[in-house]
């Protein structure tokens, strides 16, 4: 095995390690501070058992994470690492505080939203003035070809990386409404992300969305159905946030909309629900995000989450496959 392949191994397997070893004692202190989840009343009615399973999960991931990245990368840790982590942590700051608020006001809204959405595009305007001045992000590769497109102009470098870090951080977290739905997800999107990041040159970036995998293989172990701990908005805002990082800065952004279009199909059936309801009063879905579809048409939540993992994988498979055939 090579020296990157044992860097790849080491971070997924210590990110996948922290979680398990730390999973036990983390639940046991968020129960005991009552860091339960609260569930909104509109939602499936099957869902209001989980009220009380406690949230906040996320903080394992995060651990998992920058644990992973220092056995994978060591002392070597060039500008698009740092800024990656950061982004990711960044981001998962604001969903902590998000599930914070949610326990105190026992209910199920903490920030309000243009608070939330203020805070992410600030962060994410400080990874945008970092690819700019950096150059990182010249052109954005397109699937299936051998083409490139070229970002010649700063304002639009620097609203893409705007648009895809808020949009991806945004997509994970209205995905992560099944047990093992947006863990499972991620753990595919970031293994084929880094494996993207690896050939266009970002081993390093590989090193980190390996180490992403990992903490997430990890976390489903304790989120699988019927779930122990849930990731909260502290853990998917910083996983959405996480993926758009390594795309920016590997400039793959393209390809995640293939990897990680469950999350865009997601982001897509409640924007397609809200328009239809203002304009014609009526749904489109039973409920969105479209998970929440099948499961209202009778899905068990487990065959939601498999087919979802499924389409997940040929989603990946597909994505990676633009690379290689173009």
């Known amino acids: 095995m090579s020296v990157l392949g044992w860097r790849l191994l080491l971070a997924g397997l210590f990110s996948f390690l922290t979680v398990i070893v730390l999973g036990p004692a983390t639940i046991r202190m968020l129960h005991r501070l009552k860091f339960g989840q609260s569930i909104r009343e509109e939602g499936p009615a099957s869902h209001l058992k989980k009220a009380g399973t406690p949230t906040m999960g996320g903080i394992l991931i995060l651990l998992g ?105 945004n997509a994970v977290n209205l995905t992560d409404g099944l047990d093992g739905l947006a863990a499972g997800n991620t753990v595919i999107a970031a293994a084929a992300m880094g494996i993207l990041a690896i050939q266009t040159g970002q081993s390093q970036l590989g090193i980190f969305s390996f180490a992403v995998a990992g903490a997430c293989i990890g976390f489903a172990w304790f989120n699988s159905p019927p779930a122990q701990v849930f990731m909260g908005d502290t853990g998917s805002l910083a996983l959405g946030a996480a993926l758009a990082g390594v795309a920016l800065l590997s400039k793959t952004p393209l390809y995640l909309g293939i990897i990680g279009g469950v999350f865009v199909a997601e982001t897509l059936s409640v924007m397609i629900q809200v328009a239809a309801f203002r304009l014609t009063g009526r749904r489109v879905f039973r409920m969105s995000p479209l998970h929440h579809h099948f499961e209202l048409g009778g899905w068990m939540e487990s065959k939601v989450v498999f087919r979802f993992w499924i389409a997940g994988i040929l989603l990946a498979i597909l994505g990676v496959a633009g690379y290689f055939l173009g």
């Open 65 to 169: 994470i920058v644990v992973g990245v220092v056995a994978g990368a060591g002392r070597q840790w060039g500008l698009p690492l740092l800024w990656v982590v950061f982004i990711t942590l960044a981001y998962g700051g604001i969903g902590f505080l998000d599930d914070l608020l949610i326990i105190i006001r026992k209910k199920s809204l903490g920030l309000k939203a243009r608070h939330k959405l203020l805070a992410q595009v600030l962060f994410a305007g400080l990874l945008g003035i970092y690819v700019v001045h950096a150059g990182v992000m010249e052109s954005i590769l397109v699937p299936f070809s051998d083409l490139s497109i070229p970002m010649v102009q700063p304002i639009i470098v620097f609203l893409t990386v705007l648009f895809i870090t808020v949009g991806a951080s």
